[in-house]
């Protein structure tokens, strides 16, 4: 059992909706923390696709702490799972790739990593996603 | 054939647990961004939280091991795993060697497609089907509890938001468009204010749908056959499609697609009569 939080990133593709820029650089602050974590290529895919692997991305199986989702807004990652039959827990966080910036993100994902003596992401905050 | 745009088949997962040496970071990351641009959901694991269990896909574990012959992962999983050491290996290898597992365990062909299509937010959506009647693709449907569904999403019009301008309540989605709160974002009074001006179906009709579902009696049903002008009409929808078009970003593709206003009509009647015959079956379980 482990206190830490499940992650799991939404890599967005076929849309420019996510600037690649932040999606690449949470990615690259992820791996350059060497922390674990679940990444989807699409999430929306998999919801219409209604893949099953997505109630156990988004499950909570005996671990103290919700998973935390980085994609887009919450209100559409909730029904676009509600669509597929997986319903979120209340508890899940949502971080929003579209508004916020790779640094508020990492920063969020990371916290208890870093306490941890893990590698620091370094990752600036030149990316400025889209209003 | 499934219309997909991710993998279905495989997940491939980067260890580097125990019995196992770290992947340099660029190396960690050029994978993770390459197998996902290819379609595969990956999962790094090394133990130090945990990560989601295995379903029934087949998993293609990849890492730099001691020995891969004695390596537990101690990962779940219901289907064949294959450990492939990767150990001095560049990334378009390792791709090349998840290619080659993906090859072996496929089940599925896949074919290309961009996943747009609604989702419904039910915290907003009423049922009032206005959605179901205007979209000609079945895109949405109706399930056993009578409520609205998204049923068909690969067959909704790739870019075409049109059915979320339809939508009284704000209540419809699509999570990859630029625009809140169709977006996502968070409903604004302002926004539903908004929406409910955009497009009222009700102009493509030329008469009121939403009284059209509520009383479809006979004499409204005489009323609109009598007062409904052709001419007028089509001079109407032309006004009222090249309006969606400009303003709310319609493709040109899926006008042509639009209803007709007697498609739009049938399936509002169907829709109707539906609503009356679950409210009847309502009233028959109460009594
Ligand atoms: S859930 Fe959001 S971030 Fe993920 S693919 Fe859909 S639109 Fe993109
Ligand atoms: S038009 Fe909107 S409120 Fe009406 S059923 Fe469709 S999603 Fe729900």
Redesign the interface.
């Known amino acids: 059992m482990?206190d830490?939080?499940?992650?799991?990133y939404c890599?967005?593709?076929?849309?420019h909706?996510v600037p690649k820029a932040t999606k690449?650089a949470v990615?690259?602050g992820?791996?350059?923390a060497?922390?674990?974590?679940?990444?989807?290529?699409?999430l929306?895919?998999?919801?219409?696709?209604r893949?099953?692997?997505l109630e156990?991305?988004v499950?909570r199986?005996g671990?103290d702490s919700p998973c935390k989702i980085v994609a887009?807004?919450?209100?559409?990652?909730k029904?676009?799972l509600?669509?597929a039959g997986v319903e979120l827990p209340d508890d899940v966080e949502v971080l929003n790739m579209?508004t916020e910036t790779p640094e508020t993100i990492l920063n969020d994902l990371l916290k208890d990593?870093e306490t941890r003596g893990?590698?620091s992401t370094g990752v600036s905050d030149a990316t400025t996603p889209d209003p | 054939m499934v219309k997909a745009a991710t993998n279905p088949n495989l997940r491939v997962v980067l260890y580097e647990g125990e019995g196992s040496s770290t992947l340099d970071a660029d190396q960690r990351f050029d994978a993770m961004q390459r197998l996902l641009e290819s379609g595969y959901s990956v999962t790094r694991a090394s133990g130090e939280r945990p990560v989601s269990r295995g379903d029934d896909r087949a998993v293609a574990v990849l890492g730099r091991f001691d020995d891969p012959d004695q390596l537990d992962t101690g990962l779940e999983a219901d289907a064949p795993v294959h450990i492939h050491d990767v150990t001095d290996r560049d990334t378009d290898t390792l791709l090349n060697t998840v290619e080659s597992v993906n090859t072996q365990v496929a089940q599925h062909q896949t074919e290309y497609w961009k996943p747009w299509f609604p989702v419904i937010d039910f915290d907003r959506c009423t049922n009032c089907m206005q959605c179901l009647s205007f979209c000609l693709f079945d895109v949405y449907g109706v399930d056993d509890k009578q409520q609205i569904e998204v049923r068909n999403q690969d067959n909704c019009k790739t870019d075409c938001p049109a059915c979320s301008r339809v939508c009284p309540e704000v209540a419809i989605l699509f999570p990859k468009y630029r625009h809140g709160p169709i977006n996502g974002d968070a409903v604004k009074t302002e926004d539903i204010e908004r929406e409910k001006m955009k497009v009222d179906i009700s102009s493509l009709l030329g008469g009121d749908i939403y009284a059209a579902l509520k009383t479809r009696n006979a004499k409204f049903k005489s009323r609109f056959a009598k007062e409904r002008d052709e001419d007028k009409a089509l001079a109407e929808r032309k006004k009222c499609l090249t309006k969606l078009a400009e303003q709310f970003d319609i493709p040109a593709e899926a006008l042509e697609h639009l209803p007709t206003m007697s498609e739009i009509q049938a399936k509002a009647e169907a829709a109707a009569a539906r609503t009356a015959e679950q409210q009847s079956s309502r009233t028959g379980d109460q009594n």
């Open positions: 482990s830490r939080p499940r992650i799991l890599h967005c593709a076929y849309a909706v690449e990615l690259r992820l791996t350059d060497g922390v674990d974590f679940d990444a989807a290529p699409d929306c895919e998999m919801a219409a696709r893949d099953p692997s156990k991305l499950e199986e671990e887009c807004y919450p209100r559409a990652v029904w676009l509600h669509g579209r990593a893990l590698q």
